[in-house]
């Protein structure tokens, strides 16, 4: 086991020696990132520097770890219990927790990240464990935390996009309620979990799902937040990825040496009715289905959506949710699959991409409104329907309008598809029942007819056009 992660800071100023190519050391690993950062914003990519203040290496009470703060001192940089014989307290869930809103440590806070913008010309910040930003010197949860605020308003930091993690292991869940002075943008993960119980199938979901799609307005429409600031994701770095989310019931951390205890246990996934790897076709084409109805739903959403890299060609971990201390194949990049099936997974994946950024009723800067959004539903309070269609009207925008629907029954459903508006013709773009490239056509084809027999566990997005 090896902290590939390298989510235990040691220096708030430095990227990790051991990032360095053929172990270049620190002076190769500084220079190696600002390189990076140049290539990638000349390819028009911006760089998000995910940030750990929730806590640092020097470990807990039981197994003290000093290399800095520690012995600089403890009451000042760590939250302790000062009636418990000064013991640290553990929101982090790595045995230590900083003390963020401390007027020192929100100095070293703020001047680090300064640098990483100044020095590395990074354009903001993903903050692990983010709540742990909102709790005071004792734990106590804050609701108008300095070190939030601060960062907020900072006349440097307030150019960069900043994205919080809006929990911590001490139970602090702030989704939708994460202090944020119009500014902050959050890990939407009522939206993951929402998402990935209705599109497995589960009951009663299908009401939530159209919140999570139109944009999680009951979180995120209120003063003058917008629906950019729900980062919404289905997959993140830690958990499953999206072929293990569809390959296995279950968690399997056996190789991480903690007999199975770590990682979460709730992960809302579904094997399609193997557990793992099978040769199964009617299994793996089920999968396979089921990743590209988690992709289009989350290209589809209103806010900002998120993948993990190496989903776009069905990266496996084989059942592993807490990978961070695997330096092997289930943390690289698998460039091989990536050509095996560029033409297949991977296409399907860049072009529904592709379709977002295009089309401008999709990422929208407002939240829909009644003229916006047409919901063809009338069983929103049945239970067992796991069926779910809407239009989106270009109006103002443009673009022409889409219509989009989710089956998530194991069984072949009839949708009544609206009329087009007047002068056009609907288009089929995406059904992902079919094999590639049929899947995905570009530009769509024409022939839609008023009714379309979705299969199980499918998805479709129609476009209007002349």
């Known amino acids: 086991m090896l902290n590939v992660w390298g989510y235990s800071t040691m220096n708030f100023f430095s990227p990790m020696s051991r990032y360095a190519s053929t172990g270049g050391g620190p002076l190769a690993a500084s220079l190696e990132f ?15 520097l995910d940030v750990v203040y929730n806590h640092t290496n020097e470990a807990d009470d039981e197994h003290p770890y000093t290399t800095s703060f520690r012995g600089i001192d403890n009451k000042v940089y760590y939250m ?24 020192m440590v929100m100095e070293l806070i703020l001047d680090s990240l300064r640098y990483w ?22 734990g106590t949860p804050l609701n108008a935390p300095l070190i939030v605020k601060a960062i907020a308003k900072d006349p440097v930091l307030s150019k960069c996009k900043i994205i ?31 998402m990935r119980r209705f599109i497995k199938g589960d009951g009663g979901m299908k009401g939530t799902f159209a919140t999570r799609i139109s944009g999680s307005s009951d979180l995120y429409q209120i003063n003058a937040r917008k629906p950019y600031h729900s980062i919404n994701f289905v997959i993140a770095h830690d958990g ?36 793992g790897e099978t040769r199964d076709p009617a299994i793996n084409a089920l999968r396979s289905r089921q990743m590209k109805n988690f992709h289009l739903a989350l290209m589809v959403s209103q806010g900002t959506p998120m993948m993990l890299m190496g989903d776009e060609y069905a990266h496996t971990r084989y059942g592993n949710n807490n ?47 009644k003229a916006d959004i047409t919901w063809h539903e ?11 269609s809407f239009s989106l009207h270009e109006g103002k925008y443009g673009g022409g309008d889409l219509y989009i629907a989710f089956n998530a029954h194991d069984y072949f459903v009839k949708s009544v598809v609206p009329p087009p508006p007047s ?16 899947d995905f056509i570009v530009g769509g084809v024409p022939g839609v007819k008023k009714i379309y027999e979705m299969a199980p566990y499918s998805a479709v997005l129609l476009h209007a056009k002349p």
């Open 240 to 275: 499953f990825t999206l072929y293990d989310l569809v390959a296995y019931n279950s968690k399997h951390n056996e190789m991480n040496g903690e007999g199975g205890r770590d990682g979460c246990n709730d992960n809302y996934s579904w094997n399609c009715g193997f557990e």
């Open 323 to 369: 990978s961070y201390g695997h330096d092997t194949a289930m943390n690289h990049f698998q460039w091989n699959q990536l050509d095996a099936r560029k033409e297949s997974h991977f296409r399907f994946f860049a072009e529904t991409i592709r379709f977002h950024r295009q089309h401008p009723l999709l990422g929208r800067d407002t939240f829909l409104t």
């Open 80 to 103: 302790v219990d000062t009636n418990s014989y000064v013991q640290l307290l553990n929101f982090s869930g790595c045995g230590n927790t900083f003390n963020c809103n401390h007027p």
């Open 117 to 138: 913008v100044t020095e590395y010309h990074v354009n903001g910040f993903r903050f692990d464990l983010a709540s742990v930003l909102c709790r005071g010197p004792d």
């Open 423 to 438: 002068g056009k013709f609907w288009y089929r773009v995406v059904d992902t029942n079919l094999p590639s490239p049929d």
């Open 34 to 48: 600002k390189k990076m950062v140049k290539a990638l914003h000349s390819a028009g990519i911006e760089v998000i």
């Open 378 to 388: 009338k069983n929103w309070d049945n239970f067992d329907s796991r069926f779910l």
């Open 164 to 194: 919080a993690e809006p929990w911590d292991c001490g139970g602090l869940y702030l989704v939708g309620r994460f202090p944020n002075w119009d500014r902050w943008a959050e890990w939407n993960g009522k939206y993951r979990d929402d």
